[in-house]
Each structure stands twice: as structure tokens, then as C-alpha cells.
């Protein structure tokens, strides 16, 4: 059953009706003050989010090329010490260990 709106008035007593009213004449007034106070505080919170954002990409990407340095001169290290090849990304190298 739908509810009825005696039932809304019951509940909520002269209190909650006056609060209502209240809420409904300020609306007009209440939210166009709200909107134009949240608008630039909206707008700041997201360019600097984007500045973050963009900061950060630069400093992960700086980091994955120095991670990449790093692995490569290890590489070139070892191949060096054992004078072995260097190992290449994706490159099969199982072996048969006698089994």
C-alpha cells in the first residue's frame, strides 16, 4: 500500500511541518547562495587535482625509466662477470635439467 500523506503529517508533528515550510521558502534563496560559494571551491579542488595528477604521472614515468637503468646495467653486469649473452625480455630460456 502506497502511504498516505496523513501519515507523513503524523509523524513528523508541527515541528517537522514548520521546518518543511521553512525549507521550502528558503530554497530559492538558500541554494543560489550555495552554488555560487561551492562553484569555486569545486573548480580549485579539481585543478588541483589535476596538478597533482600531473605531477605525479612525470615522477612515476622518471621512476620506471631509472628502474629500467638499473635492471639494463645489472643485466650488462652479469653478462660481463659470466660472459654470458644478455638476457632478453620474453626470450624462452628453460633448459632440460636431466629429468
Keep these: ?3 498516505k500523506i496523513t501519515d507523513f503529517v503524523e509523524d513528523a508533528g508541527a515541528p517537522g511541518i514548520i521546518a518543511g515550510i521553512g525549507a521550502v521558502l528558503l530554497a530559492p534563496v538558500v541554494i543560489p547562495v550555495v552554488a555560487g560559494v561551492g562553484k569555486p ?3 580549485s579542488l579539481i585543478k ?16 620506471g625509466e631509472t628502474w629500467d637503468d638499473i ?7 652479469i653478462a660481463e662477470g659470466k660472459q654470458l649473452p644478455a638476457v ?9 635439467n636431466g629429468a
Design 88 to 96: 632478453e625480455a620474453g626470450a624462452d630460456n628453460t633448459s632440460d
Design 41 to 43: 571551491i569545486a573548480k
Design 71 to 77: 635492471v639494463a646495467e645489472a643485466r650488462a653486469e
Design 1 to 3: 500500500m502506497a502511504p
Design 48 to 63: 588541483g587535482g589535476l596538478v597533482l595528477y600531473e605531477k605525479s604521472r612525470g615522477a612515476f614515468a622518471e621512476i
